[in-house]
């Protein structure tokens, strides 16, 4: 059987029909995927050649060589043939995104002049003077008008409520009121206290026995009308006034830890006057100030000088109870150094000897011990 050649037309015909121009297909559905832009234009320009139907197909990366029909002359000259698959730009399924001017974000902080909670209302606080507060109201310490400006810088006059004019002064009263608290805990509680209750029983053991050295007038009848002597009631007692001297020396630490720390409340007491008196102050500006609110204002200012004088009274029974504490101190470092050991030593010496010398040195000794106690 003869193969058959397939002819796409003559040159002339070629040339004088009009030529393919490539149009734009769009990719076929069925699975086929398009052309790259490589591959289509390799197939227009690359000639197609003419191929014997049945023939072997050619090697890989060999050029396909055309076949002649048995019989006849040289093949007919191979034409240009358009591609069944004309290359074209695919779409992309996603649109491209138009270029958009960045935005420039100024991060430079932006001031507010007299910022308000609400838009358009401006809440301003008050601002008073020194010297306005002086000439208003005379004769104040100057840390009490700092104290009272302090105080009037927390008042807006536009946002004024009962609620916020019941708690003007509360921080400066409770702080006082810690105070005073604290003082009266040390009056009830002390170690002074404890050292007054150990001197009382000893100069009632000390009155007793310089009675009785007092009237000793030596052994025999009279004795026994005036009662124990001398001897008797050291023995008696002498146990224990040595028991309640070592209490009182042990009480000498609790009462130099006492000291300092009524020293720091008396440190702490002037600041918190001036706190006070500075709200009081301020408490009877705006009562003068704002007739609105004056009631409220003025109750305030009553309150607060009545917390005022309490912690100026509680404040000079703290400079008595550091008083009493200091002297408490130094009263037992006498009787431990000095008084109870001479009345010690010269009552021995009397028990021994009841010599008047030895009498008049245990008397005078008894009474320098009695004093030191009251």
């Not at 706190?275 to 200012?301: E, I, W």
Request: with cysteine; proline share 9%; charged share 15%.
């Amino acid at each position: 059987m003869k193969p058959t050649v397939i002819s796409f037309g003559t040159p002339k015909e070629s040339a004088s029909s009009n030529p393919i121009t490539p149009t734009a297909i769009k990719p076929s559905v069925m699975g086929v995927s398009p052309m790259t832009a490589q591959e289509g234009k390799h197939s227009v320009n690359t000639p197609i050649k003419p191929s014997t139907l049945g023939s072997a197909p050619s090697s890989m990366g060999q050029k396909p060589q055309p076949t002649a029909p048995v019989g006849m002359g040289a093949p007919a000259p191979a034409h240009h043939v358009a591609p069944s698959v004309v290359p074209q730009t695919i779409a992309p399924s996603v649109a491209p995104v138009s270029q958009v001017k960045p935005v420039v974000i100024d991060n430079k902080p932006i001031h507010v002049e007299n910022p308000s909670s609400m838009p358009g209302e401006q809440h301003k606080p008050l601002k008073v003077t020194y010297q306005e507060l002086e000439q208003r109201y005379p004769n104040y310490p100057a840390s009490v008008y700092h104290e009272a400006i302090k105080a009037l810088s927390g008042v807006i006059p536009s946002a004024l409520s009962v609620r916020s004019i019941m708690a003007f002064g509360d921080l400066q009263q409770k702080d006082a009121a810690q105070l005073i608290q604290d003082i009266l805990t040390f009056q009830t509680n002390s170690a002074y206290i404890t050292a007054s209750q150990h001197a009382s029983r000893m100069t009632g053991i000390l009155a007793r026995i310089i009675e009785s050295v007092s009237k000793y007038k030596g052994d025999g009848f009279f004795k026994r009308i005036i009662g124990d002597t001398p001897q008797e009631l050291w023995e008696k007692h002498g146990l224990e006034l040595k028991d309640l001297m070592e209490q009182m020396g042990h009480l000498t630490s609790r009462l130099s830890m006492q000291f300092d720390e009524l020293s720091d409340l008396r440190e702490n007491a002037p600041e918190f006057d001036n706190r006070v008196q500075g709200a009081s102050l301020a408490a009877a500006y705006c009562a003068d100030t704002m007739p609105d609110f004056m009631p409220m204002f003025l109750d305030k200012t009553q309150s607060l000088q009545h917390q005022h004088l309490m912690l100026v009274t509680n404040t000079q029974q703290l400079d008595m109870m550091l008083k009493a504490t200091a002297e408490w101190i130094q009263r037992i470092k006498d009787l431990q150094r000095i008084s109870f050991p001479r009345v010690c030593s010269t009552m021995v010496q009397f028990v021994q000897n009841s010599h008047p010398t030895n009498q008049h040195e245990s008397e005078m000794a008894l009474k320098q011990m009695f004093q030191h106690l009251n």
